[in-house]
């Protein structure tokens, strides 16, 4: 069972960045970030790839920025220009496969943080 320990989350002004990371204690493969906000679903915001192909959800393209150090079997989210429709606790997830299905459903993950806060305020 690999052990995935998110970090970077904080308070921020709209229109302010953080950068989330996710290590996990053995090799990486798929792996995506999901965010749930107080009384909604969990949602998919980003996946990548182990070799590095990437997806986004709409409402986070051009602003968030997927990307992995496979040596170092970490994952990241720049997120700029960040939003209060932004805020909620974010998720690293794992999935044993090298690929990531196109749309990132949570039944698809096998292994999960524990999550990191992120806050913006107006």
């Known amino acids: 069972q690999v052990q995935l320990v998110e970090s970077g989350g904080g308070s921020v002004q709209s229109g302010g960045s953080l950068r989330l990371s996710c290590v996990a204690s053995s090799r990486i493969s798929c792996m995506a970030w999901f965010r749930q906000a107080p009384g909604k679903e969990r949602e998919g915001v980003a996946t990548i790839a182990r070799y590095g192909r990437a997806t986004y959800a709409d409402s986070v393209k051009d602003r968030f920025t997927i990307s992995r150090d496979n040596a170092k079997n970490t994952l990241y989210l720049q997120m700029n220009s960040l939003k209060p429709e932004d805020t909620a606790m974010y998720y690293c997830?794992?999935?044993?496969?090298?690929?990531?299905?196109?749309?990132?459903?949570?039944?698809?993950?096998?292994?999960w943080g524990q999550g990191t806060q992120v806050t913006v305020s107006s």
């Open positions: 997830a794992l999935r044993w496969t090298d690929h990531c299905p196109d749309t990132p459903r949570t039944e698809d993950y096998d292994n």
